[in-house]
C-alpha cells in the first residue's frame, strides 16, 4: 500500500513539472504573437516626407532651394540633422543654411519644414544625404541629388605662363626672385594661391613674401603677374609648386625647382670641448655640476640643445637649469659656456649625450655618464674615509682639505674642475690613521695659477671614495 502512495506522488510531481515548462513556452509564443506596438504603446516614431530631393541642373554660382517635412510622435531626445555631399539645411527658406540642426521636440511632438540648398561650384553630379537621429529609432533619410551646370561659352578658364620655374643653385641665406603671369576669364571666386616650403609669393618684386595669396576678380577676369622667392635654408635640392585655384575649374599648377649649396668659406660649423662629461659616484639626491664650450661659426638658425633623462642644462652655474636651451647666435656666431647637472634619482648607470643641434651644421653630441648610489648609513667608527672639508671655502689663493682614515693605507687626493678634467694630483701614497690636513695652493701640475671658478676633490682608499666642492675666487 505504501508502494502505490509513493509511485502516485512522484506522478503527481512530474505532471505539475510537465504543465509548467507546457505553460512557459505557451506564454513565449503568446509574446512573440502581440505587435510591438501593443507591448510599447509610447514608442518613439520619426518621418520624412518625401524621402528623395532631386534638384536637377543648376548653374555654377547659382542655387536652388527644395524641402521637406519632418514629424515625430513620443520623442524621448532631441533630432539631430546632418547634411552631406554640398548641401545646406535650414529651417527658414532664405537664411541660416548650414551643415547641421537641431531640433527639440514639444512634449515628445514634432513637426518642421526643412528647406535644403544646392550651391554648385563645379560643372559634375553631386549626390549627398540628409540623416536625422534621436535616441530610441534608426536613423531617417532623405536622398538629394543634383548636378552643376555652365555655359561652355561661360566657363571659368585660368591660365598660368610659364608652367615651371627653375631657380637652379642658391646659396643658403640668398634668394632668387623669378615670376609667372597669371590670367583668367569668367571667374565666379576669388583665386587663391599656395606655395610649398621653401618659396614665397608676392604681388610685387620687393613687397612682402607669403605662403598663400587671394585675388579678387574684376568683373570676372584676373590678370596679374606673380613673383616667386626662392630662400633656401638646407643644403638639398627644393621640389614644390604653386596651386592656383578657383571655384569652376581645375587647379593650375606650376612646378618649382631649387638647389641650395652652401658658400664653401662659410659653412656652419659647431663645436663642443670637451665631448666627454664624467661624473663619477653621486648620492641618490644629491647634484654634481660641470661644463663645457660651445662654439659656431656661420650659423644659419638658432642651436638647440637637449639634455638627456637625469641632466639638466643652464647657462648659468647656480640657477635656471632645465631639460631644452635655445641659443640664439649674434651675426651667426656662438660662444657659451653650457653647465650639465647631474642629479640621480636611482640607483643605476645614467648614459647618454647632450645634443647640440641647429639647421645646416652636423649635430654635435656631448657623452655625459655617472652613476647614481645610494648612501649607506655606517657609525663613523666603521667609515673608512671621512671628509671634514675644506677651509677657508671660497678661497684666494689656497685652501686645506681635511680628513680622517679609520684604517691605515694607500691614499690618493685629486683635483678636478668644473668639466670634470683633472688638475692635480695633491697626494698619492700611504697614510697612517686619524686626522690628515693637505694643503692646495690653487696651482695645476705644471705649476701654472688655475683660474677663478668651482672645483672638486676626491679621496679615494681602496674602494671607499668621497667627494668634496670648493670655489677659487680671485
Known amino acids: 500500500m505504501s508502494i502505490r502512495i509513493l509511485r502516485l506522488e512522484v506522478n503527481m510531481k512530474h505532471c505539475l513539472k510537465n504543465s509548467t515548462l507546457l505553460g512557459l513556452i505557451a506564454l513565449a509564443f503568446l509574446i512573440i504573437a502581440i505587435p510591438t506596438s501593443h507591448l510599447y504603446a509610447q514608442s518613439p516614431t520619426l518621418n520624412v516626407d518625401p524621402q528623395a530631393l532631386a534638384f536637377g541642373?543648376?548653374?555654377?554660382?547659382?542655387?536652388?532651394?527644395?524641402?521637406?517635412?519632418?514629424?515625430?510622435?513620443?520623442?524621448?531626445?532631441?533630432?539631430?540633422?546632418?547634411?552631406?555631399?554640398?548641401?545646406?539645411?535650414?529651417?527658414?527658406?532664405?537664411?541660416?543654411?548650414?551643415?547641421?540642426?537641431?531640433?527639440?521636440?514639444?512634449?515628445?511632438?514634432?513637426?518642421?519644414?526643412?528647406f535644403v540648398k544646392f550651391i554648385p561650384t563645379m560643372p559634375r553630379d553631386y549626390n549627398g544625404r540628409v540623416r536625422h537621429s534621436t535616441m530610441g529609432i534608426p536613423f531617417q533619410m532623405v536622398a538629394l541629388s543634383g548636378t552643376g551646370t555652365i555655359d561652355e561659352e561661360d566657363l571659368p578658364q585660368l591660365t598660368a605662363t610659364p608652367?615651371?620655374?627653375?631657380?637652379?643653385?642658391?646659396?643658403?641665406?640668398?634668394?632668387?626672385?623669378?615670376?609667372?603671369?597669371?590670367?583668367?576669364?569668367?571667374?565666379?571666386?576669388?583665386?587663391?594661391?599656395?606655395?610649398?616650403?621653401?618659396?614665397?609669393?608676392?604681388?610685387?618684386?620687393?613687397?612682402?613674401?607669403?605662403?598663400?595669396?587671394?585675388?579678387?576678380?574684376?568683373?570676372?577676369?584676373?590678370?596679374?603677374?606673380?613673383?616667386?622667392?626662392?630662400?633656401?635654408?638646407?643644403?638639398?635640392?627644393?621640389?614644390?609648386?604653386?596651386?592656383n585655384r578657383v571655384l569652376g575649374t581645375t587647379n593650375e599648377i606650376v612646378n618649382l625647382h631649387g638647389?641650395?649649396?652652401?658658400?664653401?668659406?662659410?659653412?656652419?660649423?659647431?663645436?663642443?670641448?670637451?665631448?666627454?662629461?664624467?661624473?663619477?659616484?653621486?648620492?641618490?639626491?644629491?647634484?654634481?655640476?660641470?661644463?663645457?664650450?660651445?662654439?659656431?661659426?656661420?650659423?644659419?638658425?638658432?642651436?638647440?640643445?637637449?639634455?638627456?633623462?637625469g641632466y639638466l642644462l643652464s647657462t648659468n652655474e647656480n640657477e635656471g637649469f632645465q631639460s631644452i636651451i635655445i641659443l640664439e647666435p649674434v651675426d651667426g656666431n656662438l660662444t657659451q659656456t653650457l653647465f650639465v647637472k647631474f642629479l640621480p634619482l636611482q640607483q643605476r648607470n645614467y648614459f647618454g649625450a647632450v645634443r647640440n643641434m641647429t639647421i645646416g651644421a652636423t649635430g654635435v653630441p656631448v657623452r655625459v655618464r655617472g652613476v647614481g648610489v645610494p648612501e649607506i648609513p655606517e657609525p663613523p667608527e666603521q667609515r673608512r674615509?671621512?671628509?671634514?672639508?675644506?677651509?677657508?671655502?671660497?678661497?684666494?689663493?689656497?685652501?686645506?682639505?681635511?680628513?680622517?682614515?679609520?684604517?691605515?693605507?694607500?691614499?690618493?687626493?685629486?683635483?678636478?674642475?668644473?668639466?670634470?678634467?683633472?688638475?692635480?694630483?695633491?697626494?698619492?701614497?700611504?697614510?697612517?690613521?686619524g686626522e690628515h690636513t693637505i694643503l692646495w695652493n690653487g696651482r695645476d701640475e705644471a705649476g701654472w695659477e688655475t683660474g677663478s671658478g668651482v672645483y672638486f676633490y676626491r679621496i679615494r682608499q681602496g674602494k671607499y671614495t668621497s667627494n668634496g666642492k670648493m670655489i677659487l675666487m680671485k
Open 385 to 433: 674615509v671621512q671628509l671634514r672639508g675644506n677651509y677657508p671655502n671660497p678661497f684666494n689663493p689656497e685652501t686645506s682639505i681635511s680628513f680622517s682614515l679609520a684604517e691605515a693605507g694607500p691614499v690618493t687626493l685629486e683635483i678636478f674642475n668644473s668639466r670634470g678634467q683633472h688638475v692635480k694630483t695633491l697626494f698619492d701614497g700611504y697614510m697612517t690613521e
Open 57 to 114: 541642373e543648376v548653374e555654377i554660382g547659382e542655387e536652388a532651394v527644395l524641402s521637406y517635412t519632418i514629424s515625430g510622435e513620443n520623442l524621448i531626445s532631441d533630432v539631430i540633422i546632418h547634411v552631406s555631399g554640398g548641401f545646406l539645411v535650414s529651417l527658414d527658406e532664405v537664411s541660416d543654411f548650414q551643415q547641421n540642426l537641431v531640433l527639440e521636440p514639444s512634449e515628445g511632438e514634432l513637426i518642421e519644414t526643412i
Open 259 to 309: 638647389i641650395g649649396i652652401f658658400d664653401p668659406q662659410l659653412i656652419p660649423v659647431l663645436a663642443a670641448e670637451p665631448d666627454s662629461l664624467y661624473f663619477g659616484e653621486i648620492l641618490i639626491g644629491e647634484e654634481m655640476v660641470l661644463s663645457y664650450n660651445l662654439t659656431g661659426e656661420n650659423l644659419l638658425t638658432d642651436v638647440r640643445i637637449r639634455a638627456p633623462r
Open 163 to 243: 608652367d615651371s620655374l627653375d631657380f637652379g643653385e642658391v646659396m643658403i641665406g640668398d634668394e632668387a626672385h623669378l615670376s609667372y603671369n597669371l590670367t583668367g576669364e569668367n571667374l565666379i571666386s576669388d583665386v587663391l594661391i599656395n606655395a610649398s616650403t621653401g618659396f614665397r609669393v608676392s604681388l610685387t618684386e620687393d613687397g612682402d613674401f607669403l605662403s598663400s595669396l587671394l585675388l579678387e576678380p574684376v568683373d570676372g577676369a584676373v590678370n596679374e603677374t606673380i613673383y616667386v622667392k626662392f630662400s633656401p635654408l638646407l643644403p638639398r635640392p627644393y621640389l614644390g609648386r604653386i596651386c
